[in-house]
């Protein structure tokens, strides 16, 4: 790692100098925050962040090294990343690399030192907005424009992205369980096999009866990145599913697809949720699952009659965190039960798929969840 000069500017005229960490270079996205104390290479990994820039609250990020257990996908998916203080000697048995050799690597631009408390309240009072990072043009007029030009994420179709090319197995067991890749993390496909399920990922844009050849039992829809409202055939796709009358279970994107599916409604979000610490009601059992989230839209409440019901909601801005359906036999969750980072509260989620699979009724929670 050099003491490459590099800057940060926002859409709305900001700009912040730094050093330059991973690759140099220039990147563009859309800037949000993640409030994670770890887990920074999951995050940059996960395929639900491709076309933003990360910022990262804890301030010291690179302190445990770079390892490929660490991985929610085979490369980083952020834009870009931008950290208060970069540790330059990590120390962790696991580790394999640092964060920067790491990022150098795989060619991902990032910048360090500079003040992300204040560009956070920013944030959080103006929203998320565009911006650049640069370590080769440090013209302040030059990087507004480039962040002005970024398209907004509202209305982009990014799962096509990273989805895979072809359908593979990831695991074998009883049960079948058929996943719709729109950017899905490693961690809820060992979710599900580590429960005796055989797993098969479908890239996004397979036709249903391609899915149905090969005799699931459920149909998982994933998360991932961009606007639902811009992928009208993935929500066609789940209208399928939701008429072929297997059970469906989504997270994240697969939420906002299945609630677009049913005629709801979503939106952008200000700002978002991103973190490891998020607490949800189960308004069933009144319990509180403190929760990993990773969203900047959400299903509108408006229309739920004879649709869904709330059964998890947000206790920091009172927002819909999960759905259980009417019409069909299946349930969806903004958050992500299979955390990595992240607490592990809501992993009954998994089990409730299977019950369902099983022929049982979907239940608020089962017996022992959350412990």
């Not at 050093?19 to 925050?33: H, K, N, P």
């Not at 962790?92 to 990032?110: I, P």
């Not at 994240?252 to 700002?271: F, P, R, S, T, W």
């Not at 991103?274 to 409440?301: C, D, K, M, Y």
Request: with cysteine; proline share 5%; net charge negative.
């Amino acid at each position: 790692m050099t003491d490459t000069p590099a800057k940060l500017a926002l859409a709305d005229g900001t700009v912040v100098t730094g050093t330059a960490i991973g690759a140099v270079g220039e990147t563009t996205g859309e800037l949000c925050f993640n409030t994670s104390m770890s887990g920074y290479q999951e995050i940059l990994t996960d395929p639900s962040y491709a076309g933003q820039v990360m910022m990262m609250t804890y301030p010291h990020i690179g302190n445990y090294g770079a390892f490929e257990d660490a991985t929610e996908a085979d490369r980083p998916h952020v834009s870009g990343l931008v950290v208060r203080q970069y540790s330059r000697n990590p120390s962790n048995h696991a580790s394999e690399e640092t964060l920067d050799a790491y990022m150098t690597r795989h060619g991902l631009v990032g910048i360090s030192g500079v003040d992300t408390r204040r560009l956070v309240r920013h944030i959080r009072e103006k929203g998320v907005m565009n911006c650049v990072i640069s370590s080769s043009d440090l013209e302040d007029a030059s990087l507004v424009a480039k962040a002005k030009a970024v398209p907004s994420m509202a209305g982009l179709e990014l799962a096509s992205g990273v989805t895979v090319s072809e359908p593979y197995d990831f695991s074998e067991g009883e049960r079948r369980i058929a996943v719709y890749d729109y950017g899905v993390k490693r961690n809820i496909l060992r979710s599900f096999a580590h429960l005796g399920c055989a797993v098969r990922v479908f890239p996004a844009g397979t036709a249903l009866e391609d899915v149905l050849e090969w005799a699931p039992d459920g149909v998982f829809l994933s998360n991932g990145p961009g606007d639902p409202r811009a992928m009208p055939e993935a929500v066609e796709t789940a209208r399928a599913a939701i008429d072929s009358g297997l059970p469906l279970f989504g997270i994240c994107l697969g939420h906002q697809l299945l609630a677009l599916a049913e005629g709801l409604e979503v939106y952008k979000m200000k700002v978002g949720h991103r973190g490891a610490n998020h607490p949800v009601l189960n308004l069933a059992t009144g319990r509180v699952e403190i929760s990993t989230q990773n969203h900047g839209f959400a299903v509108l409440e408006d229309g739920l009659e004879g649709v869904a019901r709330v059964d998890h909601r947000n206790l920091n801005d009172d927002t819909v965190e999960g759905l259980e359906y009417q019409r069909f036999r299946g349930f969806s969750v903004q958050y992500h039960p299979e955390a990595c980072p992240g607490p592990h509260d809501s992993r009954y989620l998994f089990d409730r798929f299977i019950a369902l699979m099983d022929g049982e009724t979907v239940t608020p929670a089962l017996e022992g969840d959350a412990e």
